[in-house]
């Protein structure tokens, strides 16, 4: 299959900016990120959580969206394995009384009910939030004598509410813990917190939150930046995105120490290209359009939206193409093939070439073009 129609969204080897020759290999902050703490190296007994991970999910029919690629489920979903009149004595349950519950099955060794229990726990505290229960979370983490397997539940509890107080929480956990064992857990919960889209959408009252960490003088820890960029990332809140680009950019308001700054930028440099929530588009946009070509947001942005890979994304790269100079030819070459969805190719197919100033710019969307149309009668062919 041409290139172009592979729907591969593979970013390649290696950054773009050194692949493409546009940053120096000598620009230090674009060389891979160094890590100050390794999980693996100073967690190996994390592996030994499994065990009871394992158990967990025997009895999860829709798990909880914690974790990269899991699809997002209402509560709803996640106890439509249990009979109707349990679960309607369930939901008219408490918060308070789900918690009780929802310690005692660790007491009993039930761990098949945890996401059942805990998914009804989530539901109540997204709309009443409990001061209460939340102190019983921390100080259940902070009890030396409380096993590792359950704080990692807990810390799995907090991620599956997905809320402002409990991503407060799990921030202010991960400062009071650094040199914890559950620490890197910690992390793992607040970095894909924004993959917990309940209610179907992207939850961009998580970023202001996430903002402030990342503007802390305070907070310099790699593991913990890295954490923190990739969930503004993931939450993709205009203000959030745009507090990323600003700091790839070199413009980010606040002062930090020079170590720091190497590191937020790294960071914010992988992140940004993860972004998907749509309300970042324009801001996207308009830093494919503004920042000069090349540079680490520039390049940044163009990934993002390719990556996005949906009609209003993709017009913002046409847009930029029509005027683009004959720079922005590996630009072009890079971005089009992560382009697969049909809308999104019918939009590239159908702008007439005569629109793009630059014929080096043109020769690529003649190339993309045939391919689509190739690939296309292939395709009812085969069928």
Excluded: C
């Excluded at 209402?74 to 009384?97: F, G, P, W, Y």
């Excluded at 009252?205 to 890295?226: D, K, R, T, V, Y």
């Excluded at 009609?311 to 697969?340: H, M, Y």
């Excluded at 190719?345 to 630059?358: G, H």
């Amino acid at each position: 299959m041409l290139t172009f129609l592979s729907g591969d969204k593979e970013e390649g080897s290696g950054s773009a900016l050194l692949n493409m020759g546009v940053i120096s290999k000598n620009n230090h902050w674009m060389n891979p990120v160094r890590e100050e703490k390794s999980f693996m190296a100073e967690n190996k007994h994390l592996n030994q959580l499994s065990s009871v991970k394992d158990d967990v999910d025997a009895g999860k029919t829709h798990q909880p969206v914690i974790y990269p690629g899991n699809t997002p489920s209402s509560s709803k979903e996640n106890v439509s394995d249990i009979d109707q009149d349990r679960k309607s004595a369930l939901q008219k349950q408490t918060s308070m009384q789900l918690w009780q519950h929802w310690k005692k099955l660790f007491d009993r060794s039930e761990f098949q009910q945890i996401p059942i229990i805990g998914a009804l726990l989530a539901e109540h505290l997204r709309k009443h939030p409990e001061p209460e229960i939340y102190q019983g979370i921390t100080d259940l983490l902070m009890q030396p004598s409380v096993s590792d397997e359950v704080k990692a539940l807990l810390l799995d509890l907090l991620a599956e509410i997905a809320t402002p107080d409990s991503l407060a929480q799990l921030i202010n956990l991960a400062e009071q813990s650094v040199d914890s064992k559950i620490y890197f857990l910690i992390l793992q919960s607040i970095s894909h917190i924004g993959d917990n889209r309940w209610d179907g959408k992207f939850h961009e009252e998580l970023s202001p939150i996430l903002e402030a960490a990342w503007s802390n003088p305070g907070l310099s820890e790699q593991a913990f930046l890295n954490a923190i960029g990739t969930a503004i990332a993931e939450v993709g809140a205009p203000s959030g995105v745009d507090q990323l680009l600003l700091t790839v950019s070199g413009n980010a308001a606040g002062i930090v120490s020079e170590e720091t700054n190497r590191i937020q930028q790294e960071v914010a440099f992988q992140a940004i290209p993860n972004v998907s929530n749509p309300h970042a588009i324009d801001v996207l946009s308009n830093s494919l359009n503004q920042q000069p070509l090349g540079t680490a947001a520039f390049e940044a942005s163009g990934n993002a939206l390719a990556g996005m890979d949906t009609p209003r994304a993709t017009q913002s790269i046409v847009v930029w193409a029509q005027q683009a100079p004959d720079d922005g030819v590996r630009n072009l070459e890079q971005w089009l093939p992560k382009i697969s969805d049909p809308k999104s190719l019918i939009l590239i197919t159908s702008i007439p070439t005569t629109q793009f100033n630059n014929p080096a710019i043109k020769a690529v969307i003649d190339k993309a073009t045939a391919s689509i149309i190739s690939n296309s009668a292939l395709s009812i062919t085969a069928h």
